[in-house]
């Protein structure tokens, strides 16, 4: 059985729903949304999605699904069958830890970046109420309006120290799309197969 789920390019980073209800990106396939049919994940990317999502080169991918007995949720395969984990310490093996962590950071990054959003329209929203209350205001609700004011300028700072950590991990990083395209690579070259030049029945019989 087939659902659909949005997903990028080499399947490493997938939309999901955060704590909030708010579409995220994920690189757990456990918690990636999917859909039983395809215009249903389609109207979600078209509608639902900001462009800072979008921004991160996902689409709209079939895959196959697996029905869990007792629950009513279905979950994204991890590994087929043909799939082995690569051996620790290994080149492939590194690769893939380098590959998994940068999209880790695109997903912190995105999830900060949203969050600072939210933060910005929470002040604008604050600073309007004390702006069109001016004069109106009691001790106590001006002390509210302030202190609401305060906590949520605290949480925004919070959010952007940790977006100027991540920026500085991507800025000394030396082209993290280009890690993801060598994983990508890694796994074209584990599918290749050898056509033989003259020697056909030593691979394909008489």
């Keep these: 059985m087939n659902g659909y789920v949005i997903t990028d390019t080499q399947n490493t980073i997938f939309v999901c729903k955060d704590t909030s209800g708010s579409y995220s990106l994920t690189t757990d396939r456990a918690k990636a949304l999917v859909w039983d049919n395809k215009p249903s994940a389609d109207a979600v990317f078209k509608s ?105 300028l605290v949480e925004r700072r919070k959010v952007k120290d940790e977006l100027q950590i991540l920026q500085v991990v991507k800025d000394k990083m030396a082209l993290p799309d280009d890690i993801e395209n060598i994983h990508a690579r890694v796994q074209e070259l584990e599918s290749r197969r050898y056509e033989p030049r003259e020697f056909k029945h030593l691979f394909y019989g008489e």
């Excluded at 629950?71 to 043909?82: G, I, L, P, R, Y």
């Excluded at 969050?115 to 702006?131: C, G, P």
């Excluded at 001016?134 to 004011?149: F, H, M, P, S, W």
């Design 48 to 152: 639902n999605l900001s462009k800072l999502i979008k921004s991160k080169g996902i689409s709209v991918k079939s895959v196959a699904m697996q029905m869990a007995c007792n629950e009513q949720k279905v979950n994204v395969k991890k590994e087929t069958a043909h799939e082995t984990k690569p051996e620790f310490g290994s080149s492939k093996y590194i690769i893939s830890v380098l590959s998994d962590a940068v999209a880790k950071l695109n997903c912190r990054h995105l999830a900060l970046s949203d969050a600072l959003s939210t933060y910005d329209r929470k002040i604008t929203d604050v600073e309007h109420y004390i702006e069109f209350n001016a004069g109106k205001l009691n001790a106590c609700d001006g002390y509210k309006a302030y202190k609401l004011l305060q906590d949520v």
